[in-house]
């Protein structure tokens, strides 16, 4: 699984995922989520906007992209930032995982934004 950024003493590969509003003031990081990273091929997202492989985005699971309903989700357009391995990166959530697809915690990252952490041979990273 993934580990927090607590444990990065102790962990070789490192993955946390820290929310954070696109725009505006910069706020303190509160939520580290442990999850699984997969990617898949962009589209339409449930964002409703057009998507490209290079655009670093992520889709979300269900559970977490449906908190405050509505459309679009509350969650769309908000930036994440991501740490595994040494490296960071920072994404926007535009899409949901399908159903079944993501658990809690885990995060479908477009082509391009998989392949800043690892190859898709790879095909997951915790």
């Not at 339409?44 to 655009?55: I, R, S, Y």
């Not at 949901?96 to 190859?119: I, R």
Request: some cysteine; glycine content about 12%; aromatic content about 12%.
């Amino acid at each position: 699984m993934f580990r927090t950024l607590l444990a990065a003493a102790l962990a070789s590969p490192l993955l946390a995922v820290l929310a954070a509003p696109v725009v505006g003031e910069v706020q303190n990081l509160s939520k580290r989520t442990p999850g699984r990273a997969t990617y898949y091929q962009v589209g339409l997202g449930a964002c409703g906007q057009w998507n490209n492989p290079g655009d670093f985005i992520v889709a979300l699971n269900a559970a977490q992209f449906e908190i405050g309903g509505g459309y679009p989700s509350p969650q769309c357009f908000r930036g994440i930032n991501i740490h595994y391995n040494g490296k960071t990166a920072h994404a926007v959530v535009m899409d949901e995982c399908p159903y079944g697809a993501c658990n809690y915690g885990d995060l479908d990252l477009s082509e391009g934004l998989f392949t800043f952490f690892e190859p898709t041979s790879a095909g997951v990273f915790y």
